[in-house]
């Protein structure tokens, strides 16, 4: 099976809003986070509700000045994360995660990917 590039654009959000509902659910824009589902090396993995769509989806939480100060080789955690998001913002494939969309504000240190 072939990698082919992806016929529809990911969704890239350069500003953000959290809030909480009046249950004191938190939202981050339209994801209503419904429950943690891990936590890794770089960030925490919650699911969400995408209360547009009714979809569920994975948001994977990171923070910007964190992984600027993780060095990998001759760069930083950081930029290895942007260079795989332009990579998968690319590429369709069954065997490859689907990057729904990338918010992140350039005035909070917060970057959150939906897959």
Do not use: W
């Not at 209360?51 to 950081?78: D, E, P, R, W």
Request: with cysteine; hydrophobic share 35%.
């Amino acid at each position: 099976m072939k990698i082919k590039e992806r016929d529809s654009e990911c969704l890239s959000t350069s500003s953000f809003k959290t809030f909480k509902d009046k249950r004191k659910v938190v939202h981050i824009n339209q994801y209503k986070i419904l429950k943690t589902l891990g936590q890794g090396s770089y960030g925490i993995v919650k699911k969400v509700l995408d209360t547009k769509n009714n979809q569920v989806y994975a948001m994977k939480s990171m923070m910007k000045s964190f992984l600027k100060k993780q060095k990998i080789g001759a760069s930083n955690a950081y930029e290895s994360v942007k260079a795989e998001l332009e990579v998968l913002q690319k590429l369709e494939h069954p065997n490859i995660i689907y990057l729904r969309e990338i918010i992140d504000d350039p005035t909070k240190d917060d970057l959150h990917i939906v897959t």
